[in-house]
C-alpha cells in the first residue's frame, strides 16, 4: 500500500502545473492537477473525448465554457464537463495552490 496525501506538494516549482496520474484502467484516468496562478492562454479552447469530472480539492479556478460566461470553482466545487465540450481555465489560484482531482471516463 502507497498511502499520499492529495494535499502534499511533490514539487517547490510553481512556473509549472504538476498533472499526477493517481489511478486508472482502460476507460478511466484519475488525476491530481496542481497549479498555481495558470491559465488556459487567450483564444485558445480545450476539448477532449472523454467526460471529465472536475473537483476543487483546494484554492479558487475559473471555468468558462464557449458562448458561455466564466463560471468560479471554490473548494468543494464539482462538476461534470462533457465530452467535446470547449472550455478554458480563466485562473487559478497561486496561494494556497489550487488543487483538482479529475476523473475522465
Request: charged residues 25%; without cysteine.
Amino acid at each position: 500500500m502507497d498511502i499520499r496525501n492529495i494535499l502534499e506538494r511533490t514539487t517547490k516549482d510553481i512556473s509549472q502545473e504538476v498533472f499526477e496520474d493517481l489511478a486508472g484502467s482502460e476507460n478511466v484516468q484519475i488525476e491530481r492537477i496542481i497549479s498555481t496562478g495558470q491559465s488556459t492562454p487567450e483564444g485558445k479552447w480545450l476539448k477532449q473525448e472523454k467526460s471529465e469530472f472536475v473537483l476543487l480539492i483546494s484554492g479558487r479556478a475559473g471555468l468558462q465554457f464557449r458562448g458561455n460566461e466564466e463560471i468560479e470553482l471554490n473548494a468543494g466545487d464539482h462538476l461534470v464537463i462533457p465530452p467535446n465540450t470547449e472550455h478554458r481555465v480563466t485562473f487559478t489560484q497561486k496561494e494556497p495552490a489550487t488543487i483538482w482531482l479529475a476523473v475522465h471516463f
